[in-house]
């Protein structure tokens, strides 16, 4: 069972690389064009409002490989110049993820009592103070289970990538098909290694949660 | 600080046929308010009559509907920075308080004054300090809100209020939310600030402090205006009807 890890571990180390790559990438994308958005859907400029929900709808309900397909393809239609297939498989990715960050920022920032951020406009603070000194830091513990969830699947849909010329781990049971090894044992080996990157996730989330325990 | 003269005739803060609904409802109707300088203005009436959506309308918490409201002169802009800069001048004191739960108790006071106004860090501190004394929690300065009385946590909101240095204090039911054990010593800050010339406007049930610390009570029933007059006609000689109704519920027992 060892072997087939052994020896290909080459195909292996390069494919989780990308992996870890594509997704920490595409988490800090995701988390930041999430944000903006989440303001957006709470922000008191109605066009802003309307651009954060037709965004959510719009990406939330689309299937991931829909979006993949879109940037890959459609775009080549379309004759526009695509960047390297791991720079557009970010953007898929992080278009798609937004999405959800997004609805998980809103759900956080509405946990928080109306009166704190009326208060805090009452002292005089801009939208923008008010969201990024008074309601996110406190929505913040509210955010971090689902948005904990929501990078665990991110880190899973990276797979999808394989699917699109991007080698990262999705693409290891085609290479070592070519190289007529076990199917079984390597896809047992891709989970394990699923398995590995999920569980640092899991101890920043309780790590996450205790720091934002406050009294 | 340095107003001058000709702006005591409109009033530091002046509300000219303000209206608004609430859907069906119409909850301020054509109200007409001027508040001067150093002026304390009680706002008594039943619960629904309009007080605190009044209170509110006039750092627009409240948008209104119609009519203007205007605080030294200016009206009240609509939306984003200016409307900022404006409520920085207008303090206000909720009835549930509304300190920043994730900040001590020294910066919530600070937070305005570094943020808002843009002091410096060590004065910003030095005056919150204070504030502090003056409202008698200095020494829990370091605390969180959650871990104060709801007396102690309005007395900070006062403080909180008084370091923007503003030109009129609006305090929507500051004692509402209290045991009766702590309504006093909230009172007692408000008679002080009320002793010291503060602009103050103050929706309260607590006909004490109209008796004894406001320059005017306006009472409000159905979202009008019904009457206004300093407390100790208003208290021993109510010329409306309905005034004379709600005086005669609370003043029994």
């Known amino acids: ?215 | 600080m340095s107003d001058s003269g000709t702006l005591t005739q409109t009033g530091l803060v002046a509300l000219t046929g303000v209206n608004k609904h609430f859907g069906e409802l119409h909850v301020l109707k054509d109200i007409n308010l001027s508040i001067a300088k150093g002026e304390v203005v009680v706002v008594i009436g039943p619960s629904g009559s309009g007080k605190s959506t009044l209170c509110r309308a006039i750092n627009r918490l409240e948008t209104i509907d119609s009519g203007t409201i205007e605080l030294d002169g200016q009206p009240l802009p609509s939306e984003g920075k200016s409307l900022a800069t404006l409520r920085a001048d207008v303090g206000m004191v909720f009835q549930s308080f509304n300190l920043f739960a994730h900040k001590t108790i020294l910066q919530n006071v600070t937070l305005g004054p570094l943020k808002v106004r843009k002091m410096d860090a060590k004065q910003a501190e030095k005056r919150a300090l204070e504030l502090l004394e003056r409202v008698g929690v200095a020494s829990q300065a370091s605390k969180y809100p959650a871990q104060l009385s709801g007396g102690q946590q309005q007395r900070v909101a006062i403080a909180r209020a008084l370091a923007m240095d503003p030109k009129v204090i609006l305090f929507d039911e500051p004692t509402s939310a209290l045991d009766p054990e702590m309504i006093q010593e909230v009172l007692e800050v408000m008679i002080d600030l009320a002793k010291q010339q503060m602009t103050m406007v103050v929706v309260t049930h607590e006909m004490g402090f109209a008796r004894s610390a406001a320059n005017r009570v306006v009472f409000m029933a159905d979202g009008e205006i019904v009457e206004q007059a300093d407390p100790e006609s208003f208290f021993t000689n109510p010329t409306s009807r309905r005034a004379q109704d709600f005086l005669g519920k609370i003043l029994k027992h």
């Open chain 1, 1 to 215: 069972m060892l072997s087939v890890l052994t020896d290909n571990w080459d195909l292996f180390r390069d494919g989780f690389w990308l992996t870890i790559r594509l997704f920490l990438v595409s988490a800090v994308l995701s988390m930041v064009l999430g944000t903006v958005l989440g303001a957006f859907r709470v922000s008191p400029v109605p066009a802003l409002r309307a651009v954060g929900t037709g965004y959510v709808n719009t990406f939330r309900n689309t299937p991931l490989t829909l979006v993949f397909a879109f940037l890959f393809f459609g775009a080549a239609k379309m004759d526009l110049a695509l960047p390297s297939p791991y720079w557009t498989a970010v953007g898929a990715l992080t278009i798609y993820t937004s999405a959800f960050v997004c609805e998980v920022v809103r759900s956080g920032i509405n946990t928080i009592s109306p009166g704190q951020s009326e208060a805090a406009r009452a002292v005089g603070m801009t939208f923008f103070q008010v969201l990024t000194l008074i309601v996110l830091p406190q929505a913040f513990r509210a955010i971090v289970p689902p948005l904990s969830s929501v990078f665990i699947a991110l880190l899973k849909n990276t797979t999808i990538a394989a699917g699109f010329s991007v080698v990262e781990a999705g693409s290891i049971p085609a290479a070592m098909s070519e190289r007529s090894e076990n199917q079984l044992l390597t896809l047992i080996w891709i989970a394990i290694g699923f398995l590995i990157l999920i569980v640092p996730l899991m101890f920043l989330q309780r790590w996450a949660e205790r720091r934002t325990a406050v009294a």
